[in-house]
């Protein structure tokens, strides 16, 4: 695998395989979770098996001024879901660590089955809870599949960008909102309710992983009704890298 590096510069995407350029104002919302689809990378980055994510971030323990800490390393293993019920419930497998000079701020994981902490599994209540304000982005890809239904948003625009913004509800009801960028096809942002109030992720400074071509945002900021707490810079992606069952049990012997 070839790790992709962010550079000073973004570099120019390609075109989709069908070579479409921007779409049509009067777009349906298939037609515009399909675009960006194809802009990202197409099979490549709908079936993506997982994503090892690294960088750093700023975290903002309830997004209260004065109560930030920089995590110098920050480190995200991703399995993606093959299939998709519940968007907002655990899906695939994921693990995040973050620490400060060598020491540990916080490590999360889910395994498929349960989350945890760094102290072990989580108990269900609290697990529930981590779940639904944490997973939702795989909504958009499966938005094509049968069980999703799609309705078309008014359009809004995101860091000035106008976008398309699309409703994605999933086969078991729970909904999220997806703005894409009308000229790129970026998907800038991602939003949805949660445990912890309103939930928008803002994605920016994309790049593209040359292998297997696969676009990756290089900063994503988390919002909780209308605070931020988390603000990442994925400086690397690889993607289809192996990873362990055991890296996402945390806590047990």
């Given at each position: 695998m070839r790790r992709a590096v962010l550079f000073t510069a973004i570099l120019l995407l390609p075109l989709g395989a069908s070579g479409q350029g921007a779409l049509s104002p009067d777009a349906t919302p298939l037609q515009i979770v399909?675009?960006?689809?194809?802009?990202?990378?197409?099979?490549?980055?709908l079936h993506a098996r997982t994503n090892r994510m690294e960088g750093w971030a700023e975290l903002c323990r309830g997004g209260a001024f004065g109560q930030c800490v920089r995590a110098d390393r920050y480190v995200m293993h991703r399995v993606y879901p093959a299939s998709l019920e519940s968007a907002h419930a655990g899906?695939?497998?994921?693990?995040?660590?973050?620490?400060?000079?060598?020491?540990?701020?916080?490590?999360?994981?889910?395994?498929?089955?349960?989350?945890y902490d760094q102290d072990g599994p989580l108990p269900a209540d609290r697990a529930a809870r981590s779940e639904a304000s944490g997973f939702g982005f795989s909504a958009i890809r499966f938005a094509d599949q049968p069980g999703f239904t799609l309705q078309r948003l008014a359009d809004d625009s995101v860091e000035g960008h106008p976008c398309f913004i699309v409703r994605v509800t999933d086969p078991s009801g729970s909904s999220t909102v997806f703005a894409i960028d009308q000229e790129s096809a970026y998907i800038r942002l991602a939003a949805w309710d949660t445990p912890k109030g309103w939930h928008q992720r803002i994605y920016s400074d994309y790049y593209w992983v040359a292998d297997p071509g696969f676009l990756q945002p290089g900063r994503v900021r988390l919002y909780y009704a209308g605070a931020k707490e988390v603000d990442i810079r994925w400086t690397s992606a690889t993607i289809n890298e192996e990873i362990p069952d055991e890296l996402f049990v945390l806590g047990t012997k």
């Open positions: 399909r675009w960006a689809a194809e802009r990202a990378g197409g099979d490549a980055w899906t695939g497998k994921f693990r995040l660590d973050a620490t400060r000079d060598g020491n540990v701020i916080f490590r999360m994981s889910y395994d498929g089955e349960r989350s």
